[in-house]
């Protein structure tokens, strides 16, 4: 990632706890970002410098005169960020933005968990990645992880257990131990393990009954158009497509366009706006227009997932069944300060092909579903494919 990218990312977190919710990180907890694929973002880039103009020189100039008198430009800028309203931006120091940009690419430093906490405040392990560090230590969902590196973690809000099983307060890199609590049943010890660097599965394909497909994408991380576009093709003839975007929290825009392009032949897909400069997405012409399409999406679906389920949504392409999306329609931009640490700050905003404001709003499904989402979807796939 260099300086000139645009980001979108669905919600702001304190530093140190913000990268190590991008993408499935160590624990899934539902963050992420999306920056503009290659043409937009070379075309956005000089405009993005003017438009943001006010608020960028804002937050360098106080870096930069934080360490022309010695000072740490990274605490300065956070606090011009803090002042200035932006709900959206970020200042990451320039080890979090590495752990950012390998997460983009699909990978991510971690122990291989996921977790979520309990009503009672406890960390219940609801996943655990096969061949990954927390596997091979034995751990398994449904254990609870009551301390990380001697550190309680009953009652913490998720993200700060993230925080401390990927060392962020030290910057901690592959290779560094953990040491993690754990409680089964009346058994309770403690598991040492060396932090490794794991790739995630973004995509995920299985087959219903009829021969219909489930794709589910967690993230756009790098390849997950092609991913999909290889799952569509090794369908059967005919076959629907159920593409889950349930807690998708985003991710590159570019992968979110390549995969509008799976199913859309050319047209838009999005326009953004950079401080009222208008610019567009389109999709890639030749993709199939003619399988049954459903799209599933929560309020976990945000960000560049919100960007794809609009494009679909208007262009009459899939049915939306769920419930309302998470409304992060903004658009970020880093800049890189003087002690190597980044900054992201709004810029502007993205709309569906109808011109439909998602910030703040979200997007409503065609069919309301809270539970039994998958059945409805089939249900309504099977109408679909009865009208082909």
Known sequence: MSGRDLFCQPRRFGRGAALTLVFASVLVAGAATGSLPGEGRRTASGAVREASAGHAENVTRAAEEAAA?????????????????????AVYSAGEYEEFEESLDGRYTGVGLWARREPDGRIEVTRVRAGSPAADAGIRAGDLLRSVDGHDVDGRPVTEVVSLLRGDATDAPAGTTVTLGLERGTRAWSETMHRALLSSDSVTVRALADGARVIKIAAFTKGVGDAVRTAVRQAPAGAGIVLDLRGNSGGLVAEATAT??????GGLVATYDVDGDQRALHADSGGDTSRPLVALVDGGTMSA???????LQDRGR????????????????????????VAELTVGHYRTPSGRTVDGKGITPDLDATDEVLERAETVLGGLGDAS
Do not use: C, I, N, Y
Not at 69 to 89: F, N, T, Y
Not at 305 to 311: D, K, Y
């Open 318 to 341: 899939a049915v939306v069944v769920g419930s309302r999306t998470f409304g992060k329609g903004s658009v970020q931009m880093p800049s890189r300060l003087p002690d190597g640490s």
């Open 260 to 265: 509008a392009s799976v199913f859309l032949d």
């Open 69 to 89: 008198v010695g000072k740490s430009p990274m605490e300065a800028a956070e606090r011009a960020v803090s002042r200035s309203g932006d709900r959206w931006a």
């Open 305 to 311: 997932a919100e960007l794809l389920t609009g494009a």
